[in-house]
Structure formats: structure tokens, C-alpha cells
């Protein structure tokens, strides 16, 4: 049981501790992406922005900068970005209401394996699907319309000393595409390297987490393991009182013969001698040791009907009606002493807590997942039976009239179904409880 406890233990500290892992390595990559696509759209509108100023001077307006000064144009007749420069690769075309392209910059990208007709055919193809933005390949695009009134500038009045201005419509449509290669591959590296630094700190935290565990158990092992020891001792010293007391009620019996009191120490006695003989066999399951119990390929089915054999004369005494449908043919490998122990166990359950005229019913077959199933199902006047407290260990419903039993049979049926890796379950329905046993 200790080993368990520390399994479950372990178990649930490394997926508290992968949960909160990747949540964090989640979030900050979610972050870390977030902020690179913010960077790029925001790259994407300097790009426009730059465009755009670049196009009113084409077209005679003069850009200004932030405080109205004029904005003399950079190397190679380009007007730099308002905001600031732009260090990724690019090129921008754009195109007037009837699609021809009256602006193009393609100074600003490594030719590659593709030419400026290739680019221009791009914009062109763009434009004309209609999209606003998206990726292709390592590039990518956007896609804006400005449309406005600009005074343009025609010539100079040299009488007047000053500009002669022209009302334009600027109708336009830019279509720019970023190189974003280099911002991939940076937000790549920092996902590998954030899932290994991820990796190795959940290895070494997993690593301390089992070391550690020893230590946390170790003093619960040590206890688990001399109360384990007490109850077998106590066990096997007891058997010697109880047969001396056994011996010498019979010598009692023989001098004076038999009365409801040396009965009542008979039954006192088997109760006993019963409890231990439980005691025992939960020990020994708790340990978890194969080698107490072998396993072995029998037939559920045969083990059943003997049973069934041993037990109907009983339940027919007791005025309670008892039927079984048991498929012939179901095998299984376990050790056969503990399933027949179980069979003992529900049977004997059956017979103390079925009301009185009840029916008790038992089912063993193969079912729809080719799984053996066991069911043991049987009348009962109590309905406040805590079905989550059930199989714990000495349990009794508070409205229980009977005192019989120990209350550990149903603790050692579910250790022996566990045992075998199975499942138990428990359920009621119309003053009927069902234990269904999936072996």
C-alpha cells in the first residue's frame, strides 16, 4: 500500500509540475509570438507609410516631417520612414484605380531567385484576389487603399515668388511584402531552446521529486510495515487461545451439555477465528507480492457453479431465492484460491445483509469488451448505504441491524479484484445492490 501511496505521490507531483511547465513555456511563447507579429504589422505600416510618402513626391507634394519642416529625400531619391528605419528586407508596388503600377521599390531586398517582373507579378496577383493581408513563403504582405485630394506642385510663379499648386486625386492601392525570415528564425530558436531548457529542468525536478519520495515514505513504510507485522503476529497468537477455549467449551459441553450460552461462545469463536484468518489475507494483499498468490489459467464458470453448489442449500434455509446464469467457457488467469475467495465473500455478504424473502442473483460472463464480468446483485431494506464508503475497511451503514461479520470482506474483495487488475464497482437501484466486477 506504501508503495502505492508514494507512486500516486510521485504521479501527481510530475504532472502538477508538467502542467505548470508547459503553461509557462506556453505562455511565454504565446507572448514571444504575439510581440513578433506585433513587430512585424507594425514594420508592415512603416513600410505603407514610406511608400506613400514616396508617391506624393513622385506626384509633386512635398513630404514634412512631425513640425511642418520639408523632408529632403534620402541616397537613391528615397524618402525614409517617418517613424524610423526599416532594417528588414521589403519591396512595395503600387497601383492605380485601373491596376497599373505607377510606383515600385524593389531596391530594398536581395534579388534571390526571384526578379522584379516575378515581385510585380506577385503585387499584381495580390491585389487582384483581393486580400488584405497574409504569408507567402517567408514573406509577408499587406495591403492598403488611400485614397485623398493632395495640392500638387506644377511649377514656380516668379512674379509672385511662390508655387503654383494643383488639386490631385490620389486614388491608390500599395501593396508591400516583408522578409521575415530572420524574425522565424529567431522566434524558432527561442521555441527549441525554451522546450529543452523546459525539458531538462522537469528531468532533474522529476529526479529529485523520486529521490526525495524515499525519504517522505520512509518513515510511513516503517510503520505500515510493523503494523503489518503486529496483525500477523496477533493473528497466529491468537489461534492458540482460541482453540484451547474451543477445546475446553467442548469438555464443558460434554459434563453439561449445550446451552444459548456455550453457543453464543461458539459463534464468538468462528467470528474470531474468521477475523484473523481476514486480517491475514488483507496483510498479505496489501504487500502487493505476486509470490503470495501465483496465478494460474482456470474457469471462472466452473469456480462459479461450485459455489453456487456450496452456497444454494444455505440461501434455500434461509427462505431467500437465489438464481445464477453462468456462461460456460470463461477463463481467466489469477490465482484461483483468491477468486473463490471472492465468490465466498458476496456470497456471505448476500447472506447476511438480503432482506428477508429477497432474491439474490449472480451473473458470469464475457462482455461486449470481451472482459470477464462478474455481478453480484441482492435484495436489501437499506437504502443510506454510503456506496463511496463501502469497500472501506471495517465500514457498516449506520441503519445496519446486523452485527454479524467484521466488516473487512468487502475491503478484501476489492484488493483481490485490484490485485488482478481489475475493477469493482458498486451501485444501487430500487432497494437492489449490484457489485459488478470487471476482471
Known amino acids: 500500500m506504501i508503495r502505492k501511496l508514494r507512486l500516486r505521490f510521485i504521479l501527481a507531483a510530475l504532472v502538477s509540475i508538467l502542467f505548470v511547465l508547459a503553461s509557462t513555456i506556453a505562455a511565454i511563447n504565446v507572448s514571444n509570438h504575439l510581440k513578433i507579429s506585433g513587430e512585424t504589422a507594425q514594420t508592415l505600416y512603416d513600410v505603407i507609410e514610406y511608400s506613400h510618402q514616396n508617391v506624393l513626391f513622385a506626384n509633386g507634394v512635398f513630404p514634412t516631417d512631425e513640425n511642418g519642416e520639408p523632408v529632403q529625400p534620402g541616397p537613391g531619391g528615397f524618402f525614409n520612414p517617418r517613424r524610423e528605419d526599416i532594417n528588414e528586407q521589403f519591396f512595395a508596388t503600387v497601383f492605380d484605380t485601373d491596376g497599373v503600377v505607377t510606383w515600385s521599390d524593389y531596391d530594398h531586398i536581395a534579388q534571390g531567385d526571384i526578379d522584379n517582373e516575378s515581385r ?71 521555441f527549441m531552446s525554451s522546450l529543452i531548457i523546459a525539458a531538462i529542468s522537469y528531468t532533474v525536478l ?179 448505504i454510503d456506496t463511496n464508503l463501502l469497500f472501506e475497511r471495517f465500514y457498516r451503514s449506520p441503519n445496519s441491524v446486523t452485527k454479524e461479520g467484521s466488516g473487512i470482506g468487502l475491503s478484501i474483495a476489492k484488493e483481490i479484484v485490484e490485485l488482478h487488475k481489475g475493477k469493482i464497482s458498486v451501485s444501487i437501484k430500487e432497494n437492489k445492490i449490484f457489485f459488478t466486477i470487471i476482471l
Open 206 to 384: 522529476a529526479v529529485l521529486i523520486i529521490l526525495s519520495s524515499k525519504l517522505v515514505f520512509r518513515t510511513s513504510e516503517e510503520s505500515y510495515r510493523k503494523q503489518k507485522a503486529f496483525i500477523t503476529n496477533a493473528s497466529h497468537e491468537l489461534k492458540t487461545p482460541l482453540t484451547i477455549i474451543s477445546t475446553d467449551l467442548e469438555l464443558v459441553e460434554m459434563d453439561n451439555g449445550k446451552s444459548e450460552w456455550t453457543e453464543s461462545i461458539h459463534d464468538q469463536i468462528m467470528r474470531l477465528n474468521a477475523m484473523t484468518k481476514q486480517l491475514v489475507t488483507l496483510s498479505r494483499l496489501d504487500e502487493g507480492n505476486a509470490n503470495n498468490y501465483p496465478f494460474t489459467e482456470f474457469s471462472i464458470s466452473k469456480l462459479a457453479m461450485e459455489s453456487v453448489d456450496s452456497f444454494a442449500p444455505t440461501f434455500k434455509n434461509k427462505g431467500l431465492i437465489f438464481s445464477s446464469d453462468i456462461t460456460d467457457g470463461v477463463n481467466m488467469r489469477g490465482n484461483i484460491y483468491l477468486i473463490n475467495e471472492l465468490f465466498y465473500i458476496f456470497f456471505d455478504n448476500a447472506l447476511k445483509y438480503t432482506k428477508n424473502n429477497g432474491e439474490v442473483n449472480l451473473i458470469v460472463k464475457k462482455n461486449s469488451n470481451r472482459k470477464n464480468e462478474i455481478v453480484f446483485s441482492n435484495d436489501i431494506e437499506d437504502n443510506e
Open 120 to 190: 510585380e507579378a506577385m503585387a499584381t496577383e495580390i491585389l487582384a484576389s483581393g486580400k488584405t493581408d497574409g504569408v507567402i513563403g517567408k514573406l509577408r504582405f499587406k495591403v492598403a487603399y488611400i485614397e485623398e485630394t493632395v495640392q500638387a506642385f506644377v511649377s514656380w510663379d516668379a512674379e509672385a515668388n511662390q508655387p503654383i499648386l494643383e488639386e490631385r486625386e490620389l486614388n491608390n492601392s500599395y501593396v508591400v511584402f516583408l522578409d521575415t525570415s530572420e524574425r522565424t528564425h529567431a522566434w524558432n530558436n527561442f
